[in-house]
């Protein structure tokens, strides 16, 4: 378990679920599935991430992280 995985706990609601579905098109396109909407799914990734910090819901800290872990791993 990564030492900072606390961060992605007690997201807001739009968040979370937005997190959820991109992990769930990461695995399906892993297993091999078809999926088309993975950029779809990022781009609300981001956006999301975006207006939770600029909203104060979640903090820079917890931005930076879900950011770094999601949007640009390689």
């Known amino acids: 378990m990564d ?4 961060l992605e706990y007690n997201l807001p609601e739009f968040l979370d679920e937005s997190l959820v579905a991109f992990k769930k098109a990461l695995v399906d396109i ?12 990022y781009c609300e990734l981001q ?13 820079p800290e917890q931005a930076d992280y879900l950011r770094g872990k999601y949007l640009y791993a390689e």
């Open 30 to 41: 892993q297993n091999g599935k078809r999926y088309l909407q993975l950029d779809m799914d």
């Open 3 to 6: 030492d900072r995985e606390y």
């Open 47 to 59: 956006s999301n991430i975006n207006v939770a910090e600029v909203e104060q819901l979640i903090t």
